[in-house]
């Protein structure tokens, strides 16, 4: 789920999602463990096929997924940005 090539740091809570607007909010919970983190909207990924989301190294760990690689999740959507 971590994508070190990207140019945003791995300790702040982001993610990449190719269907919302760069600024949205969003609650992602671990299907695993019940976990969440809310996330800002940063980056167009995931690259690969099958896959919603794309997590910060900080956001894996704030739902306690970082070893995890893949994992389930559910996603909501918290606030969109302003026009």
Same mark, same amino acid.
């Given at each position: 789920?971590?994508?070190?090539?990207?140019?945003?740091?791995?300790?702040?809570?982001?993610?990449?999602?190719?269907?919302? %607007?760069?600024?949205?909010?969003?609650?992602?919970?671990?299907?695993?463990?019940?976990?969440?983190?809310?996330?800002?909207?940063?980056?167009?990924? %995931?690259?690969?096929?099958?896959?919603?989301i794309?997590?910060?190294?900080?956001?894996?760990?704030?739902?306690?997924?970082?070893?995890?690689?893949?994992?389930?999740?559910?996603?909501?959507?918290?606030?969109? %940005?302003? %026009?």
């Open positions: 789920m971590v994508r070190p090539a990207l140019p945003w740091p791995p300790d702040r809570e982001r993610r990449g999602l190719p269907t919302l %607007p760069f600024g949205a909010r969003v609650r992602v919970t671990s299907l695993r463990n019940g976990r969440s983190v809310e996330v800002r909207i940063n980056d167009r990924g %995931p690259a690969v096929r099958g896959r919603v794309d997590l910060s190294y900080a956001a894996a760990r704030a739902i306690d997924s970082v070893g995890a690689g893949v994992f389930p999740v559910r996603l909501r959507v918290v606030a969109l %940005p302003e %026009p």
